[in-house]
């Protein structure tokens, strides 16, 4: 814990997260899942993108239903194991969103230790910062207010998980994507998530 109080000052909540991951309380799954939206942003921003337009899409884990939404486009990140059979969908409307849609899936291995290839949140957060933010005082600022609002700052001090990245595949998310809307969704249902075969997404996959 003592990582912790140095680099920053941390809310009460922040603390107790930041305690409960060098406990091993904190779930490598959604550890995982954060791995996946900081190698949408590298994605993004290596594709060109403005860095300012591709913080601003980032919409984090409560605002919307997807990753990042642009004017006219939307990503969903997802994060699996190289050997995953299945992708989770967490709402009817997950993949529903007007504009061209994308699901980027990331498969990432859990390692034992550190590697040279090995990634962990706060190696990722590090190379974004010296790679695409070191120069632009602007983006490196909504980046770091981005971590905090959406309270990732205390995964950045931590390199406790380290995940090895097998490959990513990116599928366009059209008309006929096999996918709930948001329509599908009644009233007397609280929740919907559901399992799409990765295998069966072939014909929608661009990479």
Not at 197 to 206: D, G, M, N, Q, T
Request: glycine content about 6%; hydrophobic content about 40%; aromatic content about 10%.
């Amino acid at each position: 814990l003592h990582e912790c109080a140095p680099k920053c000052t941390l809310s009460m909540k922040e603390r107790k997260k930041c305690s409960s991951l060098h406990l091993g309380l904190d779930n490598s799954s959604q550890i995982k899942g954060v791995l996946g939206e900081l190698l949408l942003i590298r994605d993004l921003l290596q594709k060109g993108i403005p860095a300012a337009e591709v913080l601003n899409a980032w919409t984090g884990p409560e605002f919307t239903e997807q990753d990042f939404v642009f004017p006219t486009s939307w990503y969903e990140a997802k994060a699996v194991t190289s050997g995953a059979m299945v992708v989770t969908i967490n709402s009817a409307g997950q993949l529903d969103h007007p504009g061209d849609g994308w699901l980027c899936v990331y498969h990432l291995d859990k390692q034992p230790a550190e590697t040279v290839e090995g990634l962990t949140i706060k190696k990722i957060v590090g190379i974004l910062k010296k790679e695409f933010f070191g120069n632009d005082s602007e983006a490196l600022q909504l980046f770091e207010e981005k971590l905090h609002q959406y309270e990732y700052v205390h995964l950045t001090l931590d390199d406790t998980y380290w995940f090895a990245l097998s490959h990513k595949s990116i599928f366009k998310v059209t008309e006929d994507f096999p996918k709930l809307t948001h329509t599908m969704k009644r009233s007397e249902m609280q929740s919907i998530k559901y399992n799409l075969i990765l295998s069966a997404l072939e014909p929608w996959r661009v990479q």
